[in-house]
Every structure is written in C-alpha cells, then in structure tokens.
Nanobody, 117 residues
C-alpha cells in the first residue's frame, strides 16, 4: 500500500520559517520525481517545487530564493524548507510522487500552513 504522509505544517509569523516533511512508503522512492504543491480555497492546486531522481530542482517564481526542496532516498523523505514566509504562502501543502517515465503518481493528504501575525 502506497502512502505519502506530510507533516510540519502549522502557524507561523511572516518572516518565519517552517520545514515540511513527506514520508513515503510502498514505492521505490528513488525512482520517483517528488514535488510539493499548494492549494487555497477556490483555487487550483499549484506547483511549488520539484526534485527529480537526479536531484535537479525547480521552483515556482513566487517561492524561488525562499523555499528549498530536498530528498533523502535512504529515509524515503522529501522536505520543503520554507524561509521568509509571507501571508500569501498560506495554503494546504501536498506532496506528490511521480514515477519517472510512467503515468503513475501518488498524492499525500496535505498539511496546513498558515502565515499570519
């Protein structure tokens, strides 16, 4: 059974930092591109950051320079370090695992991030 479980969300003040984690099980983790998405009510889910099996990363323009995605293949974890948080970063953050070269993907259940003073 495949599971992606996010953690690390919460309430943070503007300018603060949070680190999200996503723990995977039931997949060959090293064969998957991993991504973080976020969604606010009434809006489409948007891509925040990706990291390929080779470690190449890509970021949405709105988070570039503030967020960092990383992965630990041995522990089957993907992280999103979020610095200099802004109120507009408030959203539910989702982890996604995409099997490279295959039409196969999985989503986590999401974790709420709220940035407010």
């Amino acid at each position: 059974q495949v599971q992606l479980v996010e953690s690390g969300g919460g309430l943070e003040q503007p300018g603060g930092s949070l680190r999200l984690s996503c723990a995977a099980s039931g997949i060959i983790f090293s064969a998957y591109t991993l991504a973080w998405y976020r969604q606010t009510p009434g809006k489409q889910r948007e891509l925040v950051a990706t990291i390929t099996t080779g470690g190449n990363t890509n970021y949405a323009g709105s988070v570039r320079g503030r967020f960092t995605i990383s992965r630990d293949n041995a522990m089957k974890l993907v992280y999103l370090q979020m610095n200099n948080l802004r109120p507009e970063d408030t959203a539910v953050y989702y982890c996604k695992a995409n099997r490279e070269g295959w039409p196969l993907f999985y989503w986590g259940q999401g974790t709420q991030v709220t940035v407010s003073s």
